[in-house]
C-alpha cells in the first residue's frame, strides 16, 4: 500500500523533487527499495543506480558524504572506494567499531563527467538543486535511524545537514544540534541529534600533506567517539 501511494504521488515528475518518491515508513529496507525507482532529479539518467545508505537500522552514529562515486555506483555500496578505505581505516583509529555505524550520502545518484580523451568517469560535485531535491531520503534515513550524532563528511552533507551558506571550516569539529525540520509536507521529522562537521575522505587523499590531513580527520572522528561515550 506504501508503495502504491509512492507512486500515486510520483505521478507530478517533478524534475528537481525526491519527495514525492519517498514513501511515509520507517522500515529502511522499504526506503531502499522505493529510493531505486527514484526519478526526483536528472541525475538517475546517467548513474548505474541508486545507491542508498548501509548500516545497522538503530546505528547511533550516521555519517553522510556528498555522493556516490564510481566504485559505489557500479556496485550500489556507498564508500566501498579509495575514500571508503581510508574512512574505515579513520574510523578504527578514532576507536569507532565501523559495524555499527550507518553508512550514506546526501545524493544518492553518481553525477560525473567523461572527457572526450578517455571512457574514465570523473566525479563532478552536485549542484544546489541536486542536493535539495534528494534531501528527502536523507531526512527519511535519519528518521528512521534515530542515530544520537551525524557526522557530515564535506561541504555537500553539512549543508544538506545544517543549511547554507556553508563552509567546512566555520563548523568542523564543532558539536551542534540537528535542525528539527522536516523533509516533505506530511513526511517524518528529523529527529534530536547532534552534527558534527568535518572533511570528506575524498579530500584527504587529494591533500598536499596527505599524512596531516588523515590526521585532522582522525581527530574530528575522535571527537565524534567522545559525544558517543558521554
Known amino acids: 500500500m506504501a ?53 545497522p537500522r538503530r546505528a547511533r552514529l550516521v555519517l553522510v558524504g556528498e555522493q556516490p562515486g564510481d566504485r559505489e555506483d557500479r556496485e550500489g555500496e556507498p564508500f566501498v572506494g579509495p575514500a571508503g578505505t581510508l574512512l574505515r ?13 550507518y553508512f550514506t550520502n546526501a545524493v544518492k545518484h553518481f553525477k560525473f563527467t567523461v572527457p572526450e580523451t578517455g571512457k574514465r568517469r570523473i566525479h563532478k560535485a552536485p549542484d544546489l538543486r541536486e542536493m535539495t531535491a534528494c534531501r528527502p531520503w536523507l531526512v527519511a534515513e535519519l528518521a528512521a535511524i534515530r542515530p544520537r550524532l551525524v557526522v557530515a563528511l564535506g561541504a555537500t552533507a553539512g549543508r544538506a545537514l545544517l543549511g547554507g551558506p556553508f563552509r567546512v571550516g566555520d563548523h568542523r569539529g564543532l558539536l551542534e544540534p540537528l535542525p528539527a525540520d522536516g523533509g516533505p509536507e506530511g513526511g517524518p ?17 587529494r591533500a598536499r600533506d596527505r599524512d596531516a590531513a588523515y590526521r585532522g580527520l582522525v581527530a574530528d572522528l575522535e571527537v565524534a567517539a567522545r559525544a558517543l561515550a558521554e
Open 3 to 55: 508503495a502504491q501511494r509512492t507512486r500515486e504521488r510520483a505521478g507530478s515528475g517533478a524534475e528537481h523533487d525526491a519527495g514525492p518518491y519517498v514513501p511515509h515508513t520507517g522500515d529502511l529496507a522499504e526506503l531502499s527499495r522505493a529510493a531505486a525507482a527514484c526519478r526526483g532529479c536528472p541525475l538517475h539518467a546517467a548513474a548505474t543506480q541508486t545507491v542508498f545508505g548501509a548500516g
Open 89 to 101: 581505516r579513520a574510523l578504527a583509529a578514532a576507536g569507532l567499531d565501523e559495524s555499527s555505524v
Open 189 to 205: 521529522a528529523l529527529p534530536e541529534a547532534r552534527v558534527l562537521v568535518t572533511v570528506h575522505p575524498s579530500a584527504v587523499l
